[in-house]
């Protein structure tokens, strides 16, 4: 089966620029979410959708982060305006039934 | 809040050597313990899981213990080979059906 797909692989902009990254699952699972990496660090989860609607979104800087699914298939997440603490690795996953699948990641730089 | 904590942070062994990663987690409700291995570029990569009616899980060079009542578990890889080496995660559920917490991550360098 295909994995999940993120797009773009790498981005970089400038602080108090928006970006938005893309996230196609694994056709079937309703369960997707969007974790953020930093450098040396575990993922640590943004936003967790199940088919369409949010489940948890405790941790998203609501500020400026924002995410929806529409449909219940893809995802956008978006940043906006970026920090500089914001430079990570954004990671989708998806699953139907316990095990994570993950996309390779977007590299986001913010200078 | 809930968290999982994982040692060590780095670890280098010799190739055909065994490794052991440890982690411990909070939440009593936490059932499920996946096992992630990433490579430099890529996203994690599951490797081997246990639920927790199960005390141990082996695939191949590759077990996964858990100590229910101490809340830890852990992984151990026999027979290092060189292409091991990856940084490796573990992560527990938050409650019986919540989204996974990650540890910190160890990495695991084996040399030839």
């Known amino acids: 089966e295909a994995g999940v797909a993120q797009s773009p692989r790498y981005k970089i902009i400038e602080k108090r620029q928006s970006v938005a990254f893309w996230c196609n699952p694994i056709?079937?699972?309703?369960?997707l979410y969007w974790y953020q990496q930093i450098l040396g660090q575990g993922p640590k989860l943004l936003i967790q959708?199940?088919?369409?609607?949010?489940?948890?979104d405790s941790q998203l800087p609501k500020d400026r982060f924002s995410a929806e699914r529409l449909k219940g298939v893809d995802s956008t997440l978006k940043i906006q305006p970026a920090k500089l603490e914001d430079s990570a690795v954004y990671l989708c996953?998806?699953?139907?039934?316990?095990?994570?699948?993950f996309g390779s990641g977007t590299r986001l730089t913010v200078v | 809040g809930e968290n999982v904590e994982q040692h060590p942070s780095t670890l280098s062994v010799q190739e055909g050597d065994s490794a052991v990663i440890k982690c411990t987690y909070s939440?009593?409700?936490?059932?499920?313990f996946p096992w992630y291995k990433q490579e430099l570029g890529k996203g994690p990569q599951l490797i081997i899981d246990?639920?927790?009616?199960?005390g141990e899980k082996k695939d191949q060079r590759i077990a996964v213990t858990l100590n229910k009542t101490a809340k830890h578990f852990s992984l151990h890889i026999t027979e290092t080979q060189p292409e091991d080496s990856a940084v490796y995660f573990c992560a527990a559920n938050l409650g019986s059906q919540g989204n996974l917490i990650f540890g910190k991550g160890t990495k695991l360098s084996v040399k030839p």
């Open positions: 996953a998806s699953s139907f039934f316990g095990g994570y699948t």
């Open positions: 056709s079937g699972h309703a369960t």
């Open positions: 939440d009593s409700a936490s059932n499920y």
């Open positions: 959708f199940q088919n369409n609607g949010v489940v948890d």
């Open positions: 246990i639920r927790s009616n199960v």
